[in-house]
């Protein structure tokens, strides 16, 4: 009788019976859950920030002034035109041009109607400002410049409401960003206690490894193995309903056409982030199992 | 040091329990064979846990291999544990494996190629006798049949020390002495093996030394057949006033 003790190469086998147990069936669920929660606010995510960067454009450089509509048109233009030619002076100014009637009658037609088109309604002029961002002149500057020449310009700098609008924009991207760092601690968690009740429940088998001569890296890594394939089937399933809702939120909130939110488009970009969950929702669970298998085993004779 | 087993002082107690085991003290010499004989519940599955790690002794010194246990790292456990075959009184076969796969549990533990896994492990479970078996989950084994499989895995990986807990308890005489013949051969390759049994014909046939535990104390009788034959004889009286009444 002569038994050697063969080579070493790296082989694989499930020693344990964790595949037929019950304490991960509800594991993949859970996990389509979680990573079903995580897609929606990936998405929201990816979508506030295009708002975000449409409206840091928006900021751009544009104050807008309207001068009240006087008795005559002809008198008017003229205070327009010396208006124009002050503001030009300005430093910080890069250019300043009065918008043509029919602009102004389109951007009021929402609010008035055709009423907008009426003549009996004295349209106000304005007069778009291009300023550098780096030093632009306040709006209360541009008021007190041009007071003294015309009663009642009123100057609206967008830049002020814009900026407050996109601070909200970004606290609400936090919340996102908060919201799925939750998730995968959830998620996590879930591992944790799964882990924990199938080595409860294969304490015997784990302890006849050991004196077998298994390292706990061994026994660990069957965990480990199990809880990612797991991961993937459950975010798989995830991403497979997140997908549809997805687009289906995008084409009800199309339909809804709100002016004032941005139009929503989901990016190549976004369906990878989303794609990336499932790997990433694998390695999660491998890690987490891995490192639950390995403290629990440390306590164990 | 040519110690593969060294106990010093070593106590035992479960929980708050009295101490099973107090002030053992013994060694056992590389190639030495022993039996390990004590009434039932004297201590003797106790003893071997303690040799093979599953147990921590409450106080004392144990070495194993010229290692002291107390100050081996977790990590290297492993490598005294593969060192050590072990033969469980009530067997622990891994019930969804069958009896190869539960063979072959500590050659795939240290990563063995599947080829010579299935080499070794085929030709030994055909040695003891289960060639015809060894897709069988234990549940569908007999007592016996279980018990040569257990044994099987305690020894396909050569170990250097071969601990059994009355491994021929379920099985007939010409089974009993294959198995015997099977300890005898590994001995004889310089593994140190430590049987505890109550089977007193065998202990006396064989000729082997013996560990006696009586009264949580370890004996070591060099000679039954002479020198030592009133103490051995001490130990089955009981169970001979047993089977009498
Ligand atoms: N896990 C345990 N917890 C508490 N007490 C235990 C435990 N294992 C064994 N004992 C006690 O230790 C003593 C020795 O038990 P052990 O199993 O070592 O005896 P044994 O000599 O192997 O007996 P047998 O010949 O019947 O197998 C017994 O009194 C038993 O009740
Ligand atoms: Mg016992």
């Known amino acids: ?301 | 040091m040519n110690d593969v087993v060294r106990f010093e002082s070593v106590g035992l107690r479960y929980g708050l329990g009295p101490e099973v085991l107090q002030d053992v003290s013994f060694s056992l010499d590389s190639g030495s064979f022993h039996f390990l004989v004590g009434a039932s519940g004297a201590g003797k599955s106790s003893l071997l846990r303690l040799m093979y790690l599953a147990q921590r002794p409450s106080r004392g010194y144990i070495s194993l291999f010229g290692r002291d246990i107390s100050t081996t790292p977790r990590h290297e456990l492993p490598g005294l544990r593969r060192k050590i075959g072990v033969v469980f009184q009530e067997f622990r076969l891994l019930p969804h494996l069958s009896a190869f796969d539960n063979v072959a549990l500590p050659l795939r533990v240290v990563k063995a190629r599947e080829s010579e896994v299935k080499r070794h492990v085929e030709e030994l479970l055909a040695w003891v006798g289960l060639k015809d078996h060894m897709k069988a989950r234990p549940s569908t084994l007999s007592g016996g049949q279980q018990q040569r499989v257990a044994i099987a895995r305690a020894v396909i990986a050569k170990p250097k020390l071969l601990l059994a807990d009355e491994p021929t308890g379920n099985v007939d005489d010409h089974i009993a002495g294959r198995l015997m013949h099977l300890f005898g051969e590994l001995n004889k390759l310089g593994t140190s093996v430590v049987i505890a049994t109550h089977n007193e014909a065998l202990v006396r046939s064989s000729g082997k030394r013996v560990l006696k535990l009586a009264d949580g104390e370890v004996r070591i009788l060099e000679n039954i057949a002479d020198d030592d034959a009133d103490e051995f004889d001490s130990v089955f009286a009981a169970d001979r006033g047993r089977v009498l009444l």
């Open chain 1, 1 to 301: 009788m002569k038994f050697r003790l063969p080579t070493r190469i790296d082989w694989r086998t499930p020693d344990l019976p964790i595949a037929q147990d019950d304490t991960t069936r509800f594991l993949p669920w859970l996990m389509a859950f979680m990573v079903f929660l995580a897609a929606l606010s990936i998405a929201g995510m990816f979508v506030l920030a295009d708002a975000a960067r449409t409206l840091d454009r928006g900021i751009e450089n544009t104050i807008t002034i309207q001068v009240p509509a006087g008795e005559n048109q002809r008198a008017d233009e003229e205070r327009i035109a010396g208006a124009i030619a002050m503001l030009k002076q300005m430093p910080g100014v890069a250019g300043a041009d009065v918008l043509p009637r029919e602009r102004v009658v389109q951007l009021l037609e929402p609010w008035l109607g055709s009423a907008a088109r009426s003549t009996e309604i004295p349209l106000p002029w304005v007069i778009d400002v291009q300023v550098e961002r780096a030093n632009a002149p306040k709006a209360e500057m541009i008021s007190a410049l041009l007071t003294p020449y015309i009663t009642g310009v009123q100057v609206d700098d967008h830049g002020v409401w814009l900026r407050s609008l996109l601070r909200a924009v970004h606290s609400v991207e936090w919340i996102a960003i908060i919201i799925v760092i939750l998730i995968a601690v959830a998620t996590a968690a879930t591992v944790v206690f799964t882990t924990r009740a199938g080595m409860a429940l294969h304490r015997d088998t784990i302890e006849v490894m050991h004196f077998v001569g298994a390292h706990d890296a061994y026994i660990a890594r069957q965990f480990a193995i199990r809880a990612s394939m797991l991961g993937f089937k459950g975010s798989l399933i995830g991403v497979a309903l997140a997908g549809p809702a997805l687009l289906l939120l995008t084409m009800l909130m199309g339909n809804l056409g709100f002016g004032l939110l941005p139009q929503i488009h989901l990016s190549v970009g976004v369906w990878l982030a989303i794609a990336t969950l499932i790997p990433v929702a694998a390695a999660v669970a491998m890690v987490t199992a891995r490192a639950t298998v390995m403290k629990s085993l440390a306590r164990m004779v």
